[in-house]
């Protein structure tokens, strides 16, 4: 069974960190492109961040510029987030969701283009 497995969310105060997982079962991320999209309440569901099969590719959406960190390690077949500063408007379910590409430098942060979408992790960011 072809699935990906996000965990790592919960509550933490303005201006913590935490660090989601991706893993992946039943097929090999090393051959897709990974991306961590987020959907707030009432809010339509939008891509943060994103790494290529090799990870020598990787982008970010403004709004989390400079304070998360995509990486993947594809020996265990999983992709991470390592968000830090978080802040009240980072509350949101976090996906992620995975693309088959021939390319080793090419991710996408647009939700439309993914084969494979876990069930997602719930980050809820309020002191």
């Known amino acids: 069974q072809l699935q990906l497995v996000e965990s790592g969310g919960g509550l933490v105060q303005p201006g913590g960190s935490l660090r989601l997982s991706c893993a992946a079962s039943g097929f090999t991320v090393a051959y897709y492109a990974v991306g961590w999209f987020r959907q707030a309440p009432g809010k339509e569901r939008e891509g943060a961040s994103c790494i290529s099969r090799t990870g020598d590719t990787t982008s970010y959406a403004d709004s989390v510029k400079g304070r998360f960190t995509i990486s993947r390690d594809n020996a265990k077949n999983t992709v991470y987030l390592q968000m830090n500063n978080l802040k009240p408007e980072d509350t949101a379910v976090y996906y992620c969701?995975?693309?088959?590409?021939?390319?080793?430098?090419?991710?996408?942060?647009?939700?439309?283009?993914?084969?494979?979408w876990g069930k997602g992790t719930l980050v809820t960011v309020s002191s």
């Open positions: 969701g995975a693309r088959a590409v021939s390319s080793g430098s090419v991710c996408y942060l647009a939700s439309y283009s993914m084969d494979y």
